[in-house]
């Protein structure tokens, strides 16, 4: 399995789990079966709230799950309709947060724990 990991700066799986999907810089990818992380530079890190491009964020890549501190309605749609899921980050690192991925203690997100908007004081303080 990929899982996703949305970072402000590359500091492997001690990187700190960014506070928003779309606007994150850079994307770790961590990949289960080997143990193996990949980064990708997010493509779409520039664009008006609500139209995210998951597809062109990610670079095309394949990912199973995202694990993020926050993100907008209209990215959880996209990547939905991708087959992706999106959980909540409880913790700080990319390690500490697999491993709460891995035991099942992340929530998915759901429409209603999405964030509002760029820069409107809302609970992602992105």
């Known amino acids: 399995m990929k899982i996703c990991f949305p970072v402000q700066k590359d500091e492997g799986m001690e990187s700190t789990v960014y506070n928003h999907f779309g606007s994150a810089p850079l994307f770790v990818v961590v990949d289960t079966a080997t143990n193996a992380s990949s980064l990708i530079i997010n493509r779409d890190q520039h664009h008006a709230h609500g139209a995210c491009n998951p597809?062109?964020?990610?670079d095309n890549q394949k990912v199973d799950a995202i694990v993020v501190g926050g993100i907008g309605g209209g990215a959880l749609n996209r990547l939905g309709?991708?087959?992706i899921k999106a959980y909540k980050a409880r913790a700080g690192t990319i390690s500490e947060n697999l491993g709460l991925f891995l035991t099942g203690q992340l929530d998915e997100y759901s429409s209603r724990m999405c964030c509002g908007g760029?820069?409107?004081?809302d609970a992602c303080a992105h």
């Not at 760029?118 to 004081?121: E, Y």
């Open 118 to 121: 760029h820069s409107h004081g």
């Open 81 to 83: 309709q991708m087959g």
């Open 55 to 58: 597809i062109m964020a990610l």
